[in-house]
């Protein structure tokens, strides 16, 4: 399987500032037809998750312009813009390349 | 567009549990249906999916035998279901529908939809 990586593991951030995620996969998430197949989801406190980046940089419908996923191969980052006290919870990146899909750790957003 | 899924359950050790994900406001049938695990306080886990139109199963292998996942298209409802439950089985499930895409293989990405979970317990 393929292993995906993500720190930090805690983010403490104040409002109005920017937070970053890292996610890093054990393999290429390139595919030969220009697609990364890495998606970002959150799952706020008490929530299901959901999708807010696919494809490596495409925002999910309805998901603030405030989140931009970017990277290529096997580095890819979640930037989180002008954080708000809303954007708490649980971030996950998961490959979607190889059956099984797998997710990284998480990421506990939090704020000061 | 929703997935809405069978409530709690609390079940002893050895047990059967069938749960299930009801589709709405879409084509139920032309998209795959997916479950994913997160046993308490923990990630997410990628349980397998279907795709409703022919029921075409694909399992991770961590759950390869353990689980089945079933569909009634009739009623545009998927399953999950365990013949013998163990106390590791204690987690919430839930369902996702799921794009995919083929390139060479089946690869799945993007669950665009959530059901709101079922917690399921198992305690003797």
């Known amino acids: 399987d393929i292993v995906m990586t993500q720190s930090p593991v805690s983010l403490p951030v104040t409002p109005g500032e920017s937070a970053s995620i890292s996610c890093t996969s054990s393999?290429?998430?390139?595919?030969?037809?220009?697609?990364?197949?890495l998606d970002w989801y959150v799952q706020k406190p008490g929530q299901s998750p959901q999708v807010l980046i696919y494809?490596?940089?495409k925002r999910a419908s309805g998901v603030p312009d405030r989140f931009r996923g970017s990277g290529s191969g096997t580095d890819f980052t979640l930037k989180i813009s002008r954080v708000e006290a809303e954007d708490v919870g649980d971030y996950y990146c998961m490959q979607g390349l190889q059956t099984p899909p797998t997710f990284g750790q998480g990421t506990k957003v939090e704020i000061k | 567009v929703q997935l809405v899924q069978s409530g709690a359950e609390v079940k002893k050790p050895g047990e059967s549990l069938k749960i299930s994900c009801k589709g709405s406001?879409?084509?139920?049938?032309?998209?795959?249906i997916g479950w994913v695990r997160q046993m308490p306080g923990k990630g997410l886990e990628w349980v397998g999916i279907?795709?409703?139109?022919?029921?075409?199963?694909r399992y991770s292998p961590s759950f390869q035998g353990r689980v089945t996942i079933s569909v009634d298209i009739s009623i545009s409802t998927a399953y999950l279901q365990w013949s013998s439950l163990t106390a590791s089985d204690t987690a919430t499930y839930y369902c996702?529908?799921?794009?995919?895409?083929?390139?060479?293989?089946?690869?799945?990405?993007?669950?665009?939809?959530w059901g709101q979970g079922t917690t399921v317990t198992v305690s003797s």
């Open positions: 393999q290429s998430l390139l595919h030969s037809n220009g697609n990364n197949y």
């Open positions: 279907i795709y409703p139109s022919d029921s075409d199963t």
């Open positions: 996702v529908r799921h794009y995919i895409v083929w390139l060479g293989i089946l690869t799945p990405y993007n669950m665009d939809v």
């Open positions: 406001g879409y084509n139920f049938p032309i998209f795959w």
């Open positions: 494809l490596g940089s």
